[in-house]
Nanobody, 122 residues
Framework: VQLQASGGGLVQAGGSLRLSCAAS????????MGWFRQFPGKERDFVAA????????KYGDSVKGRFTISRDNAKNTVYLQMNSLKPEDTAVYYC????????????????WGQGTLVTVSS
């Protein structure tokens, strides 16, 4: 599966952004999808996940109540609505097939792509 994240940019603290991740070449509608983010020099951290039909979601503690994950299987796209952004949300954001139970990327997945950079200024 090929994944292309987009929608990042520069925003002031308290602002909002909506990220998109378009998938191709796989069975998107049957795949649990998630968003991860990577701070400079750190490992990727789990942000949010959504079940294959969108009925269930899960969030990392630091984004609960501020971020919302959604998906449109007709468009093979998963979204991340980010509100009340904080400077500590500054990171490169990636999407990937995810295991809801462990909040980790599916083993063997390596096609992270370039991600999309979100920068939140104070």
């Amino acid at each position: 599966v090929q994944l292309q994240a987009s929608g990042g940019g520069l925003v002031q603290a308290g602002g909002s952004l909506r990220l998109s991740c378009a998938a191709s070449g796989g069975t998107f509608s049957g795949t649990i999808m998630g968003w991860f983010r990577q701070f400079p020099g750190k490992e990727r951290d789990f942000v949010a996940a959504i079940s294959s039909r969108g009925y269930s979601t899960k969030y990392g503690d630091s984004v609960k109540g501020r971020f919302t994950i959604s998906r449109d299987n007709a468009k093979n796209t998963v979204y991340l609505q980010m509100n009340s952004l904080k400077p500590e949300d500054t990171a490169v954001y990636y999407c990937a097939p995810t295991m809801m139970s462990t909040m980790k990327v599916v083993p063997g997945f390596g096609s992270w792509g370039q991600g999309t950079l979100v920068t939140v200024s104070s």
